[in-house]
């Protein structure tokens, strides 16, 4: 990297972000290099940090002349290797990160939208629109850190899709650098808008493919004024589909999230987490955690989620549950959700898998997957959990006890292609959510290669010919 370093592009990228926003030490370079699963190791030659769209242009326009790549970042909580630079003396990259855009530009409570730049943090913009009396439903369990514009670019999913929908569908209007650095300014505040091919599309979900996006401008929602938390114990993922239907005939649209949890997954979080407590007095195979928000009055949302819960347990389609009575009580049970994914380190490596399947199939996908699993590797530990209102089920696999957690993770292509086997077959995805990054560019071009795929390649040979924005990303080198 010296030579880079010490070249007249280098020194022009400087200037343009300025000597404090050009890092270049291993301990500043650091944070934005580890990768959240440790499953890869990023290598940058710079890590830059622009502060305006202006100097974002002028970065990745002087990067498209001297063929430098860029690998844009946001809070770096992805899971799927998609913010890893691979740089070399030959072929240089540099992380292009939006930590420094961070202003949210305008929020029009009339109008019920709000416009953010791509660093803003997805808790900072939920705080927000709450200090405008306004919602923004996007929530992940990472909120705290990760930011808009990752947000976008994975077209993020979480707890609130069931009524939501994903960040795709919270969208109205895109800021983005292009990769010869021009910026497409399409930030509209319109519902209906109705020009052409919708080019915001083409970005969100891309992982930073085709462009930079440096700010949007989101729809809010009106503030909950009631809101509703219950964690119930089931006898197998067939009664969780069954109280899916059933709950959104009783709820409708109040229905915002149907949370499934094994007890694996559980057993984790009790034994990582100290605050954790076991919900119920008696350990079940199956729960679901459920809520309900409306403009309703706080006790007659309760009285309506109690009244349903009963009938449901009266008809024995429950084998018990606990409804949240304040505040801390549906903190404390959302954490039981929350916290599985770090808690699985209790159960050493861990092998983890992000699928989709109609949500008529979820409790075969998880059958028949646990059915794979045991056979290719007995005493594998499933730690299932995920979306059930949405069909997202994170299908996470623990290493067998006794087992050398290298061993297991050498099991991870194998093992990964069979759960990704049964979610196909079931008309389902190999990736809901996480995206594509370097992880899953093999399953990509095993599942939607042909016509799907080249209309992808066309797509970023038209805009991206050079091949500089996140190099490797989705179609792979």
């Given amino acids: 990297m010296a030579t880079f370093l010490e070249s007249r592009p280098f020194r022009e990228l400087r200037d343009i972000v300025g000597a404090d926003a050009c890092l270049t030490q291993p301990a500043e370079l650091a944070p934005f290099l580890a990768e959240w699963r440790h499953r890869y190791e990023s290598v940058a030659a710079a890590v ?12 990745i326009a002087l990067c498209a002349r001297h063929g430098i790549g860029v690998v844009p970042q946001g809070g770096n909580t992805g899971l799927v290797g998609g913010a890893v630079a691979r740089s070399t003396a030959e072929a240089p990259q540099i992380v292009l990160s939006a930590r420094r855009m961070h202003a949210i530009r305008e929020l029009d409570p009339d109008n019920y939208t709000i416009t953010a730049e791509a660093g803003c943090a997805l808790a900072a913009l939920q705080s ?11 929530s992940l369990a990472s909120e705290g850190s990760c930011m808009l514009g990752g947000n976008l670019s994975t077209n993020a999913g979480g707890t609130n899709v069931l009524r939501y929908g994903t960040a795709r569908e919270l969208v109205l209007g ?16 319109l519902r209906k808008d109705n020009t052409g091919y919708d080019l915001k599309q083409l970005f969100i979900g891309a992982e930073g493919t085709l462009g930079f996006i440096t700010a949007a401008t989101c729809k809010l929602y009106p503030r909950p004024r009631g809101v509703a938390t219950a964690l119930v114990a089931l006898r197998d993922p067939a009664a969780a589909i069954a109280l899916h239907s059933r709950a959104r005939l009783a709820l409708g649209d109040e229905l915002i999230a149907f949370e499934l949890l094994g007890r694996q997954a559980l057993d984790f979080v009790l034994a990582w987490q100290p605050a954790a407590r076991d919900p ?15 403009a309703r009055d706080q006790a007659s949302v309760e009285a309506d989620l109690e009244t349903f819960l009963a009938d449901c347990l009266e008809s024995e389609l429950l084998l018990d549950g606990v409804l949240a009575r304040s505040g801390p009580q549906r903190e404390a ?5 929350h916290a599985v994914s770090d808690a699985q380190r209790v159960g050493g490596a861990s092998i983890k898998n992000d699928v989709s399947v109609p949500v008529s199939q979820v409790a075969a996908f998880l059958e028949l997957a646990g059915r794979r699993v045991a056979e290719s590797l007995p005493g594998t530990r499933v730690v299932a959990f995920g979306h059930v209102g949405d069909g997202n089920i994170h299908y996470n696999l623990s290493q067998p006890e006794g087992m050398e957690a290298a061993s297991f993770l050498d099991c991870w292509e194998s093992l990964t292609a069979e759960v990704n086997a049964v979610a196909v077959a079931l008309g389902g995805s190999f990736s809901a959510e996480h995206g594509i990054g370097l992880l899953k560019v093999p399953e990509l071009r095993r599942y939607r290669g042909g016509v799907e795929l080249q209309l992808m390649q066309a797509i970023k040979q038209a805009i991206d010919p050079a091949g500089i924005m996140n190099p490797g990303k989705i179609l792979g080198d």
């Fill in 48 to 59: 830059l940090l622009p502060a305006t769209t202006a100097e974002t242009a002028a970065v």
């Fill in 128 to 138: 927000a629109a709450a200090e405008a009396d306004r919602f923004f439903p996007l």
């Fill in 174 to 189: 895109l800021e983005v650098v292009l990769p010869d650095g021009r910026v497409f300014d399409g930030l509209r505040a």
């Fill in 280 to 294: 119920l007095a008696q350990p079940a195979p199956w729960y679901v955690l459920l809520e309900i928000a409306t």
């Fill in 333 to 337: 049970l959302w954490m039981l959700r």
